[in-house]
């Protein structure tokens, strides 16, 4: 079996995105407009020579944005309970938010292999905005641009060096 690696992250965040960039497939919906991806898409992916099958969350499709939202906690719970791996997504344009430290939260209380992303840093000039995600107290976080590509291919090497 494949190793399964879920993207999870509140809305908006760039997950779809960091899906399609590394599935390099247009099966998850990218948009403006948080909560357009439909509970869970299943890509495969490959980097080098490992195979994996990537899931891309979202499950914020019943007009409801709000990610405490049982249903929506339900989903990602789950997506997180089938993976073997787990990566966050965080947002480093929006900056940190309460539902960030919340799925950290979760992602410490189950064994399982988690990566921590910062994403929509689109060059070294943007590093800077990394500052305030060193606060979270997160050992290693990678910054990348799931639009431009920034940082990927080192992310990549690390996620799939575990399995
Ligand atoms: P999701 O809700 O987490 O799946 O987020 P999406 O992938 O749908 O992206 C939400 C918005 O963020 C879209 O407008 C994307 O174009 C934008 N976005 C995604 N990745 C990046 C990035 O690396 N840099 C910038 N500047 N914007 C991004
Ligand atoms: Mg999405």
């Known amino acids: 079996m494949k190793p399964i690696v ?18 390099r497939s247009r099966d998850a919906i990218v948009d403006d407009l948080p909560g357009v991806t439909r ?3 299943f890509g495969d992916a490959r980097w080098n020579d490992k195979l994996f099958t990537l899931v891309d969350t979202g499950g914020f499709a019943e007009g409801d944005d709000d990610p405490f939202a049982p249903h929506i ?7 997180i309970a089938d993976a073997d791996a787990v990566v966050l997504v965080l947002d480093g344009k929006g900056g940190v938010s309460p539902f960030d430290a ?46 431009h590509g920034y940082g990927i291919s080192d992310f ?8």
């Not at 879920?6 to 599935?23: D, E, H, M, Q």
Request: a neutral charge; charged letters at 25%; proline letters at 4%.
């Open 39 to 41: 509970d869970r898409i």
């Open 156 to 163: 990549m090497d690390a996620l799939t060096a575990t399995f």
């Open 102 to 147: 919340d799925l950290i939260h979760t992602l410490r209380t189950v064994d399982k292999p988690a990566h921590f992303v910062v994403n929509k840093i689109d060059g070294e000039g943007q590093e800077k905005n990394m500052a305030e995600f060193y606060g979270l107290g997160i050992e290693t976080l990678f910054p990348v641009s799931a639009e």
């Open 6 to 23: 879920a993207i999870v992250g509140r809305p908006n965040v760039g997950k779809s995105t960091l899906f399609n960039r590394i599935t």
């Open 73 to 79: 906690r339900r989903q990602v719970t789950q997506a």
